[in-house]
T-cell receptor
Framework: AQSVTQPDIHITVSEGASLELRCNYS??????LFWYVQSPGQGLQLLLK??????LVQGIKGFEAEFKRSQSSFNLRKPSVHWSDAAEYFCAVGARGNNDMRFGAGTRLTVKP | NAGVTQTPKFQVLKTGQSMTLQCAQD?????MSWYRQDPGMGLRLIHY???????DQGEVPNGYNVSRSTTEDFPLRLLSAAPSQTSVYFC????????????FGPGTRLTVT
């Protein structure tokens, strides 16, 4: 089955600084890739998804992610972080026609004033 | 649309008791899933379904049963609760096939003593 690794458990950035959260996946075929965000005590919200086509995908709240097949990565980026971005971020991988979705362990983002 | 609803929001069980976590969606989604979320482990897939009458095991199915008699409902049964099943449980649905975006419910926090 597919799997996801998020190497960073916790990241702290200053407000206004740029952000990159790492995600590496393992899957033999073309993956469907996702980033979700979870604010404290809340459910998960979809930030962006990659199914096919352009490898740079735009999401909500100013986030973007780039699919790099050669590196098996799907890193999430934001040019300027806001205090409201503090949350936990999850990368996930799936496959077309298959509901066996696998999530990474998550990266907790802290934003310093 | 209510989206994905889960009941109850909180539950405390004694070891050995059984219970059913309810999940319903009103978006006519084909796919539904159950996840558990534990600190440092992200979301782990328990069971999933790709349509009424079709279910399959995910990463951590032991101790849980599911059935899918209708498109709308996907209950999760704990047969004999154990302290290791203390967790937050999320139900999710997705349109399916080529659209695997997960729409999450608000979660059920379960404590087994």
């Amino acid at each position: 089955a597919q799997s996801v690794t998020q190497p960073d458990i916790h990241i702290t950035v200053s407000e206004g600084a740029s952000l990159e959260l790492r995600c590496n996946y393992s899957y033999g075929a073309t993956p469907y890739l996702f980033w979700y965000v979870q604010s404290p005590g809340q459910g998960l919200q979809l930030l962006l998804k990659y199914f096919s086509g352009d490898t740079l995908v735009q999401g909500i709240k100013g986030f973007e992610a780039e699919f790099k097949r050669s590196q098996s990565s799907f890193n999430l980026r934001k040019p300027s972080v806001h205090w409201s971005d503090a949350a936990e971020y999850f990368c996930a991988v799936g496959a077309r026609g298959n509901n066996d979705m696998r999530f990474g362990a998550g990266t907790r983002l802290t934003v310093k004033p | 649309n209510a989206g994905v609803t889960q009941t109850p929001k909180f539950q405390v069980l004694k070891t050995g008791q059984s219970m059913t976590l309810q999940c319903a969606q009103d978006m006519n989604h084909e796919y539904m899933s159950w996840y558990r979320q534990d600190p440092g482990m992200g979301l782990r897939l328990i069971h999933y379904s790709v349509g009424a009458g079709i279910t399959d095991q995910g990463e951590v199915p032991n101790g849980y049963n599911v059935s899918r008699s209708t498109t709308e409902d996907f209950p999760l049964r704990l047969l004999s609760a154990a302290p290791s099943q203390t967790s937050v449980y999320f139900c999710a649905s997705s349109p399916g096939l080529a659209d695997l975006r997960q729409y999450f419910g608000p979660g059920t926090r379960l404590t087994v003593t």
